[in-house]
Structures are given as C-alpha cells and as structure tokens.
C-alpha cells in the first residue's frame, strides 16, 4: 500500500499517533483546524490542566516521548481534600506511593508538536476539515481566508475530538449507532497563583479537592508554581451558574463554600466573570472504522467526561494499542482496524461509564466516612490479597488493565466491601482468625465474579 497517511487534528492524540506512524515508516500529514498554538496565544480560561496516569505514559513511552513530557509534569500521589469547615486531609492514591501527573494541557499540546515535527510529520494549520468524502477519500478542507480545497488521502485517522468531522460523515452513513449526551454541570476555570514570595500556596504534590455535594471544585498545579482550579457547578437550580448573578452573590458563595480557597485566588471575580462556562459531553458511535481507509481514535470516537482524568490516557492508550497491532500485523490495515475497533470499542464504553460514575464519588463520597473507611479496607486488602485484589481506582489509573474488566469488578467490589463493612470494624475483625479465614472464602467468590 500507499504507505502515507493523513491525521485530521493535531491535539493531543493525532501528535503521539503521527509519532507512532513515522515510527513504523508511514509518511504522516496532518490537517488541524486551530492556527499554531505555539505562536499564538491560548485564551484566558483555557488552560486545562490533565492527569497523565499509566496507560498514557506508555504510548508516550512506545514514541520515545516521556523523559521530555515529564519535565513539564508534576507528580501528584494522593488526593488533599478540603473540607466545608475549611479542615483538610490527605488521601494517598496507591498503596506503594503511586502518582498521578499534572499538565497543562496547551503545554503538553505544545510539546507534542513539536516532537511530532522534529519526527518528520507535516502539520498544516487553519486547516478546517468541513466533511470527508469517505467512497472518494477526499477531505473537504477551508483554510484562514475562507478559500475552499480538497485533498485525497489513503488511509484517514480522525483524531478531531469530541465533535469530529470525520465522525459527523461517518454518522450520515447506513447501519452507524451514534449517542450524545451532556450532563447537567458545566465547568469553569479558577486560578490560585504563586504565593508573594513566589511559591506554592497549597502542598504541589497532590490534587486539591473540594467536594461539595452536588458541585465541586479541584486543584490541579502547575510547573509555574499557580494551581489551575476548576469549578464543576450545574447550570441551573440553586446554587448554579445561572443562580449566580451579582458580584455579591459569586463572593459570598465562594466564601461560604471555599472559605479556605478565596483567599488565595486574588483573581477570583474577574476568572469568575470573563472565563467560559463550558459543558461537559459523552460521546459513543460505532462503528469506528470505514472499510480500510478511514478510523475514529481518541475523543472523535469516545468523548468522556473528566471525572476519572482519563480521556487523554484513554486516546493515548488508543495509540498504544494501533502501534501493538501494526507490530502484529504489519502493514495489513484490512486486519489492524477491525481488530482495533474489537479491542477497543467495549473499554472505551466501560470508561465513559466509569467516568461518569466517578463524578458522583468524587463530588458527594469522597468527603464521607464511610468511603474513607472504604478506602483504607480497600488499601489493605491490596497488600493482604497482593495480586488478587486491585482497587478499581488502582486497576483504571495505575494498571493496564483494560477498562471493561475494571468496570466489572466495580460491581464485585462493592458487593465485597458491603459484605466486610457490615461485620463491623475491619481493622479489629481481620485479628480474629474465624473471620480471616472467612474474608478468604469472600474474596475467592470476589475472584469468580470478576473473573466470570
Ligand atoms: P482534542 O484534544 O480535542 O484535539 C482535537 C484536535 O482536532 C484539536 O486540535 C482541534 O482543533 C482539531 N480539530 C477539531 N475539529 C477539526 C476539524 N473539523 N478540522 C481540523 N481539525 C479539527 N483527560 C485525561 O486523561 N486526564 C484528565 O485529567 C483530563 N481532564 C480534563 C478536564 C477537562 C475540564 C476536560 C474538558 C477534559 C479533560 N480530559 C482529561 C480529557 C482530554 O482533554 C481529552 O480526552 C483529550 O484532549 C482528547 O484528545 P484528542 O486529541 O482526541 O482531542
């Protein structure tokens, strides 16, 4: 075949796929909508920040990228929950000290393109793909000025995110299945910079949480000493954004719901006022792939909220498997995309559920002592039943594990855990031999549900 290929989107998936292309020898052009991040600026309000887990760093790792994505990284290992009383407490992520990764999301897309470039992939900017004409495997393209031309391809990813071209000429066709749908909380982003003499204001290695029931705030920190903070708030109801009218009303529920926050976001009124509220979507189709010329990858085919940070790991881990396949495969693309729609779509499912799950855990549970609780049992049960029992947080951040196993030993865990917390305090119980020797007998049915 052609050994050229075409990649609509340089964000962060189509930069670590065209690496991995050109690593196998494929002449990679890559069509992107936006002009070039690293000579114009991003606005204010943009500037995500993302945990990098596992399943991102080894597709960084398979295109030769992680030592110099972890130099804009910062290593966060557990969770600094801040409570209403303004009280705070630290939750370790894994039983071994594991971390998560904070980035900014314009550096990482910054850094990408330019290794992409230095690979010898071709980007071509203010490229906006209007359609693709998938019998004639043409793309449709609109530059800057408005002037209109078409390119052929061979072989087309669409890496275009979560409102992806490709996928909308994808959906027109016969037989394809296509959902969207978007919860009721939307998202804004806060700033807490550095303190005066230029430091931290909050422990660095950590990911700030306030939960708040129905709404919550996060903290994730930067390489420039500030936190990027994000509010997660529903749009309507009291409070919400819409609640939240007058200069007034936006300070007095910051303070009452952040007391310890307002006073390190000086900020605070004008970040409120001038960033976007933005809305959070899920995002299913099938299929993903079209005959052998054309694929779905990353957000364009599975576009999930963020409450597990795993959008990104789950395209890159995308990457990671494409590359696997054409190691298998080689250059049979009649053999790497079926196989690749199979291996993925079914964990890309389970993500979006796990994602959407974990906005309840995090906003309503984290700050419960029942789920503390929970936590520490799960935590020793990782090292009593080592290779047995994972926690499902373990399995989706720290593992490779795919994610529709993770999501199903969701189910057997909580049947687990209900069963060893109804015996009353575990830690006193699992001195008593009788009830060890049971706590055996639960996790082997544990074992055979999981792996049913
Ligand atoms: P994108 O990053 O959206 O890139 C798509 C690219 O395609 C863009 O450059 C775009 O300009 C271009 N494009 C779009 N349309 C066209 C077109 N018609 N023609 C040409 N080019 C086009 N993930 C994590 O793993 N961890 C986290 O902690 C995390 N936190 C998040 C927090 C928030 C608030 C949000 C919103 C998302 C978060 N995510 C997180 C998800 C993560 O941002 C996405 O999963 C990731 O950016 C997807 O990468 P992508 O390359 O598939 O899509």
Redesign the pocket.
């Known amino acids: 075949m052609n050994r050229s290929i075409t990649i609509?989107?340089?964000?962060?998936?189509?930069s670590v796929l065209s690496v991995l292309l050109r690593k196998k020898g494929y002449e990679v052009t890559i069509?992107?909508?936006?002009p070039d991040l690293r000579v114009s600026q991003i606005g204010a309000g943009r500037s995500?920040?993302?945990?990098?887990s596992t399943r991102?760093w080894k597709a960084l790792e398979l295109a030769g990228l992680r030592e110099e994505i972890e130099s804009i990284a910062i290593p966060m290992t557990g969770r600094y929950l801040h409570q209403d009383d303004g009280s705070a407490a630290f939750q370790p992520y894994g039983k071994n000290g594991e971390a998560i990764y904070s980035v900014s999301?314009g550096e990482l897309n910054k850094k990408l393109m330019d290794l992409a470039e230095a690979n010898g992939v071709k980007i071509y900017f203010n490229?906006?793909?209007d359609h693709v004409d998938l019998q004639h495997k043409q793309l449709h393209l609109k530059d800057e000025a408005g002037n209109k031309h078409t390119v052929d391809y061979d072989l087309l990813f669409g890496?275009?995110?979560?409102?992806?071209?490709l996928r909308k000429s994808m959906t027109v066709l016969d037989r394809t299945d296509y959902q969207q749908f978007y919860i009721n909380s939307g998202?804004k982003e806060l700033c807490i910079p550095p303190s005066a003499n230029g430091e931290f204001c909050m422990e660095h290695n950590a990911l700030h949480i306030w939960p708040r029931h129905n709404f919550m705030m996060i903290g994730l920190p930067n390489t420039d000493k500030s936190f990027t903070c994000?509010l997660f708030f529903p749009f309507e109801g009291t409070p919400s954004f819409d609640s939240l009218q007058t200069d007034a009303e936006i300070r007095a529920f910051f303070e009452q719901h952040f007391p310890d926050a307002v006073p390190m976001m000086p900020t605070l009124m004008e970040d409120y006022k001038n960033n976007p509220t933005?809305s959070?979507v899920t995002v299913k189709v099938a299929p993903w792939v079209y005959q052998s010329s054309a694929c779905l990858?990353?957000?364009?085919a599975h576009?999930i909220v963020?409450f597990y940070?795993?959008?990104?790991?789950?395209?890159f881990e995308d990457c990671s498997v494409l590359f696997e396949l054409l190691e298998q495969h080689g250059d049979n693309w009649d053999a790497i995309l079926p196989a690749f729609q199979q291996s993925r779509k079914p964990n890309a499912d389970a993500v979006a559920e796990l994602a959407l799950n974990n906005f309840i855990e995090m906003r309503d549970k984290v700050a419960d002592p029942k789920f503390l609780e929970r936590k520490k049992i799960e935590k020793d049960l990782g090292i009593r039943f080592a290779g047995r029992f994972n926690s499902v947080y373990e399995m989706v951040s720290f593992s490779h594990t795919p994610y529709a196993f993770a999501l199903n030993a969701m189910a057997a865990q909580d049947w687990l855990l209900a069963k060893i917390m109804e015996q009353g305090d575990y830690f006193q119980n699992i001195e008593n031999a009788t009830f060890a020797a049971g706590l055996e007998e639960w996790v082997k049915e544990y074992e055979g549900k999981v792996h049913a």
């Open positions: 609509l989107g340089a964000g962060l998936v189509g069509y992107e909508r936006r995500i920040n993302l945990a990098m991102g999301r490229q906006i793909c890496a275009d995110g979560a409102f992806s071209a998202y994000t933005s959070l990858i990353g957000d364009a576009a963020p940070g795993q959008g990104m790991n789950a395209g």
